[in-house]
């Protein structure tokens, strides 16, 4: 009985993964936001560029974000890429019973 609800915790990460990483591939495999990445040399690089350009357009006055929909999407993908690593990495762990022992 209890190696059935175990079961069941890890089939819900195992889900909550493929979910995440079936919607990063679908948002990163467009055009646009493909072309984004190519073009800015990552997200990591492309969060720099964004960050130094608004502070600097903007003289120092406020914080002016002007994110295109193609940034937004990148963003989204970003989060959907960490959640299927994280959830994945959670589902392992279940499978291999660590810190489970009581």
């Not at 989060?79 to 022992?101: D, H, P, Q, R």
Request: charged letters at 10%.
């Amino acid at each position: 009985f209890i190696m059935g609800a175990v079961h069941g915790v890890y089939l819900k990460y195992v889900g909550l993964s493929a979910v995440s990483y079936a919607g990063y591939s679908y948002l990163v495999a467009s055009g646009d936001v493909a072309d984004l990445i190519i073009t800015s040399g990552g997200f990591r690089n492309l969060l720099l560029n964004t960050i130094t350009s608004t502070s600097t357009s903007n003289a120092g006055v406020g914080v002016g974000f002007e994110l295109s929909p193609a940034m937004m999407r990148l963003g989204t993908a970003a989060i959907l890429k960490y959640s299927a690593i994280l959830n994945g990495i959670i589902a392992a762990l279940f499978k291999l019973e660590v810190g489970m022992g009581l």
